[in-house]
């Protein structure tokens, strides 16, 4: 965030060509669904317009890259199970704006799209939590584990990283 802003095209195209990264795992992201409801336009202009800019960046200057960008499973609506062929169908605008992610990374050659869904690994501070929602999480270090991984490897496409259990918040 200190190096360049994502809106800035010019200033991802400096950074790409001082720094010549082989690999990019791109995490930034405006994530806050009630946020991203209140401020479409920012959340559009940081989830998709950056990530269109961070790709004309890299066909620009560096097209070797290898660009790794980190998704979510809200791109679904959240009935059922989904595996990396279910079609996408977003409940929310922050939903909306990765899969518009998405959908600009495919235009790359050398990607992979990551959704996780993923919590800290800290004691629950809170008194209650979700009972029934559910999902495959990952703690926040194994998805870090998990994304150094698929950055080195040769996965290209979409590539969903989540945990063994299913549980719920509460658990």
């Not at 009935?79 to 790359?108: A, C, F, H, M």
């Not at 950055?151 to 719920?168: D, M, P, Y």
């Amino acid at each position: 965030r200190l190096d360049f802003d994502l809106t800035r095209v010019g200033d991802i195209v400096n950074y790409i060509e001082k720094n010549r990264p082989d690999i990019i795992i791109h995490l930034a992201a405006l994530t806050r669904i009630n946020v991203c409801e209140k401020e479409w336009q920012k959340a559009w202009l940081t989830n998709v317009e950056g990530t269109q800019n961070l790709v004309d960046a890299i066909k620009t200057v560096r097209k070797a890259t290898r660009l790794v960008y980190m998704s979510t499973p809200c791109i679904f609506e959240g009935e059922g199970e989904y595996d990396e062929d279910s079609i996408p169908k977003p409940s929310n605008w922050y939903g909306v704006t990765k899969l518009g992610g998405e959908l600009v990374v495919r235009q790359l050659k050398n990607y992979a799209i990551c959704r996780s869904n993923f919590v800290p690994f800290e004691k629950w501070e809170y008194p209650k939590a979700f009972a029934d929602r559910h999902s495959n999480y990952l703690f926040s270090h194994d998805l870090a584990e998990a994304l150094v991984e698929v950055a080195k490897g040769k996965a290209r496409g979409i590539v969903h990283l989540c945990g063994k259990e299913t549980l719920s918040m509460f658990d």
